[in-house]
């Protein structure tokens, strides 16, 4: 089949909440394969994302005290992930592949988050399409305030931040009710991490979210909620930054993605030459100023380091994985926010 002049090829992919670097990576490296042992043949890569609505909708509250912020079953880091693929994809070839996106319904409140965030950002080659569904949609709002839409950082702003994504943290900030001497903590985290991807994977991406990880529901009950929940209390500020570049090995110049892990975790950076501290700084801001956490994955290795000081660190079956690195930092709300004050404000 390789020596046959084929026609276009489909490829069908379902998305998940539990889709990751190893399992797109994998698809990545037969895509490449199929471009590789035919140069004429032309791709059509499909991405099933219709489940994401379920993902939505499992978590749905009516109550509008609570629609300001995301979903807790919202799967973030799949979203990136799959963003992540997507330029991956198009690096391959601009004019061999074609993406067919399908979305859930194009009223329903996920598809309006996922393409207000711009994670879902496909080449000129492509199309998007959404799932028909017989169900209801979802009412839920877009969460506007609560997003940092997809920025790139790269040589094409000189590795910085643009005007739009600080004018969109101060509107995130505002509806998490960040302390102000922490607004300034949190962005200089967000701007080193940017600048770590731009310095090692030739530009990088970044998007930031608030999301709510409790309803506020009485225990044993799907009816009722709690008359004194306090949403911020029970909601996290969420930062994804990845690149599709250099992993993390060949960016601490070492054999292996685990020894590379240990030397940021002891406090070593390359940034520190180029200026800013990197993920030293990183690190400390969000694990032990804000009792956050914080994920790496490079190639299939993956290292969680958490605030009671214990490591968790896995690698990814199989050997195929996405280019780059994606790192996410985990700050809950209550210890950035004066909760008390919201509480007797609301009082």
């Known amino acids: 089949m390789a020596t046959q002049n084929l026609p276009n090829s489909q490829y069908k992919l379902r998305l998940s909440a539990y889709s990751d670097s190893g399992e797109l990576g994998y698809h990545l490296v037969r895509i490449k394969h199929l471009l590789s042992t035919n140069k004429t043949r032309k791709i059509d890569v499909s991405l099933n994302a219709s489940s994401w609505a379920y993902d939505w909708d499992y978590a749905y509250d009516s109550d509008p005290e609570r629609d300001v912020y995301l979903p807790p079953s919202l799967p973030l880091p799949a979203l990136v ?60 709002p877009g969460c506007d305030d609560v997003l940092i839409p997809l920025t790139f950082v790269g040589s094409v702003n000189n590795g910085q931040l ?23 903590a949190i962005r200089k985290v967000v701007m080193e991490a940017a600048e770590n991807a731009d ?37 996290h500020f969420f930062l994804h930054v990845f690149s599709t570049g250099a992993g993390l090995a060949q960016a601490m110049n070492q054999g292996n993605e685990w020894d590379a892990a240990d030397l940021i975790a002891k406090g070593n950076s390359t940034r520190e030459r180029n200026g800013g501290r990197g993920f030293p700084a990183i690190l400390n801001t969000v694990i032990n100023s804000s009792w956050g956490t914080v994920s790496i994955s490079s190639a299939n290795y993956h290292r969680i380091i958490t605030p009671d000081g214990l490591t968790r660190e896995y690698y990814s079956a199989g050997t195929d994985y996405l280019p780059g690195m994606h790192l996410c930092a985990v700050i809950p709300l209550k210890i950035i926010s004066n909760i008390q004050e919201i509480i007797t404000a609301q009082a």
């Open 81 to 140: 992930e799959v963003a992540r693929f997507i330029y991956a994809l198009s690096n391959l070839s601009d004019s061999r592949i074609k993406i067919q996106l399908i979305l859930p319904p194009q009223n329903h409140a996920a598809t309006r988050f996922i393409e207000k965030t711009g994670l879902l950002a496909l080449p000129k080659n492509s199309d998007v399409s959404y799932f028909k569904s017989p169900v209801t949609s979802s009412s839920q």
């Open 162 to 184: 643009t005007s739009e994504f600080h004018n969109n943290f101060d509107r995130l900030a505002d509806a998490g009710y960040f302390k102000q001497e922490h607004r300034s």
């Open 199 to 235: 310095n090692w994977g030739g530009g990088g991406w970044v998007c930031c979210f608030l999301r709510q990880e409790k309803l506020g529901r009485l225990e044993g009950s799907f009816g009722n909620l709690e008359d004194n929940f306090v949403p911020a209390q029970h909601t």
